[in-house]
């Protein structure tokens, strides 16, 4: 039975099974995997009115610690979608991170998230995943047009027909779809039954991850500590909603998996970190260890593999999940604009795109985690200095990476951008996510919503798109809006193109502008 | 951006260079790494031009005649 082999992961709310449908199906778009990440792009598809199925071997809304970082732009995504404000209420907002060493009860380091003010998102809440994930099927329960299946195993994948095989405890069918969107995770099924290659570094080392409950008044930031006094390389230190703290302990490689959860070893390094007074209960100790690699492509054929199946980064930089909603946010208004009758080869950008962004995420957590756990003595010895030089000297500090924090990855180079014909000077450049700002009583990222759209300090005369005129001043300097100004906005809200004195035939120039 | 200087620069070149020693003066190898670690930070960041550092790193990367 496929229910007792998920007998051990712990539960936060369960669902009737699914029973199978009577005969084989064929479907737009199947969405194998029921995380935050296919969950989002099964909202962003299914608000554009597509027919989506999802289907999830589980049948419920697993608990444990998993993601809890949500990023401004994963914010952004989720407002476009109607979601994040339900997010916001529940989550802990925070934008500051301090940065410890050893005993020193003075940070060495602090910095903000949100280092540009007036915009509607936090720099970042924290969140428990499966919050996340409630929410978003709440949002999708109201979508008559989207079917979540739950008890739903794929067993088997024809490639050349786009046909999977189902099983479920009540039996099992076929199903053929136009296109499959594998969000099955970092396990992906998908992706080896598919014979897919998945490259990159194995790090050696195993943390723990202790979610504890406890009321304490610290402030909503993220703490982190080099060389703690309670042992390890680092530790990190979480607010999360419900009086939840996610407590991080580096251990090192060779060690005992199973000792490393008990209580009586886990308590004293709770301890060290929050003090002898504070009554605490366990909520979920678990160890974790990390990869850092990604598949060759992300997309094949009519398979497209987003998020933790495509892509593994190490924690420290919450860029996993982030950076999985960035793959919906940039995939689905290309699948949408496909499924409509444009060119196939749109999906191919979502490949380059989906790429770099991916190289990106894994450049700075292998950084981020060189830095912490130097692999040489010479590695140790930079990053001492570093710690040392910080204290008294500021320019040190920027050296200091205890995770570079997901910001949203840029396409300057893309086949989707189009270079600047003008000089510049200010502004958000083409390949830039757009940057929000006040707009009419509201906010200007919310105007901008999922569709092309232009942007201009005043009306646009004979254009077949909608404009959105910035009535801000922090939105006229933000863009460097100067009267003849035109921005042109991709659906994910990129700034696919910008002129200075603007006509309409410029539009010529832009690829794909369906 | 600047190519690295690699012409003789220092007036005193033996002054500068017995500095450089003098900073380990009674350090475990350990300390001296971190010490030159201090100072390879400090100047990168008082040349604050990428470019320039990365020459020099190709210059300290090029092995010697003398193996």
């Known amino acids: 039975m496929l229910r007792d082999r998920f007998d051990h992961i712990p539960r936060h709310r369960q669902f009737e099974p699914t029973p199978p449908p009577a005969g084989a199906e064929q479907t737009p778009v199947v969405i194998v995997g029921g995380g935050p990440v296919g969950l989002t792009a099964a909202l962003d598809l299914g608000q554009r009115g597509h027919r989506v199925v999802v289907l999830n071997q589980l049948d419920f809304i697993a608990a444990g610690s998993k993601a809890i970082c949500f990023s401004k732009r994963t914010l952004d995504i989720w407002n476009r979608l109607g979601v994040a404000q339900r997010m916001i209420d529940k989550g802990v907002i925070w934008n500051v991170g301090k940065v410890f060493r050893s005993s020193r009860r003075e940070p060495v380091f602090e910095f903000d998230m949100l280092p540009v003010k007036d915009q509607e998102m936090p720099g970042f809440i924290n969140l428990q995943q499966y919050w996340a994930e409630e929410y978003l099927i709440d949002a999708l329960l109201e979508l008559p047009n989207v079917e979540l299946r739950w008890g739903h195993q794929v067993r088997a994948i024809d490639p050349a027909e786009n046909r999977l095989d189902v099983s479920t405890d009540s039996g099992s069918y076929t199903l053929k779809a136009d296109w499959v969107i594998a969000s099955d995770g970092s396990k992906s099924a998908l992706r080896d039954m598919l014979g897919l290659d998945f490259e990159g570094r194995v790090f050696e080392d195993n943390f723990l991850i202790a979610d504890v409950k406890f009321e304490d008044e610290r402030p909503s930031e993220r703490w982190f500590w080099f060389d703690p006094p309670w042992g390890g390389a680092s530790s990190l230190l979480h607010k999360q909603p419900d009086d939840v703290w996610r407590l991080d302990f580096q251990l090192g490689w060779e060690i005992d998996r199973e000792a490393a959860i008990k209580p009586e070893n886990v308590e004293p390094k709770v301890r060290g970190m929050i003090g002898d007074d504070i009554p605490f209960s366990e909520e979920w100790y678990s160890v974790y260890t990390f990869q850092c690699r990604r598949m060759a492509r992300f997309v094949h054929d009519r398979v497209i593999f987003i998020g933790d199946s495509a892509h593994l980064v190490s924690p420290f930089g919450a860029r996993g999940c982030n950076g999985g909603v960035a793959d919906c946010d940039n995939l689905i208004w290309k699948l949408d604009a496909v499924l409509g009758g444009a060119d196939r080869a749109l999906i191919e950008t979502y490949n380059d795109e989906a790429i770099t962004t991916a190289d990106e995420n894994i450049l700075n957590s292998s950084r981020s985690t060189d830095f912490m756990t130097p692999k040489s003595a010479v590695s140790q010895a930079f990053r001492d200095a570093v710690l040392d030089l910080a204290e008294h000297e500021p320019f040190a500090r920027p050296f200091v990476n205890s995770g570079r924090l997901s910001t949203p990855v840029a396409y300057p180079g893309s086949t989707l951008t189009v270079k600047d014909r003008d000089s510049w000077d200010g502004g958000v450049p083409p390949g830039y996510p757009a940057v929000d700002a006040p707009h009419d009583d509201a906010w200007l990222l919310r105007e901008l919503g999922g569709e092309w759209k232009l942007l201009a300090a005043a009306p646009v005369a004979d254009v077949p798109l909608s404009t959105v005129v910035a009535d801000s001043p922090t939105a006229v300097e933000r863009y460097a809006l100067t009267p003849g100004v035109v921005y042109l906005l991709r659906p994910d809200q990129y700034v696919a193109a910008r002129w200075k004195n603007f006509t309409p035939a410029d539009l010529g120039d832009v690829p794909w502008l369906t | ?67």
């Open chain 2, 1 to 67: 951006m600047a190519d690295l200087n690699r012409q003789p620069n220092l007036a005193n070149p033996d002054d500068v260079y017995q500095q450089l020693i003098d900073l380990h003066s009674g350090c475990s190898e350990e300390e001296s790494h971190r010490r030159n670690a201090k100072l390879v930070l400090c100047l990168a960041n008082h040349i604050g031009d990428p470019e320039v550092i990365r020459q020099a790193v190709e210059v300290a990367a090029r092995e010697s005649d003398h193996g």
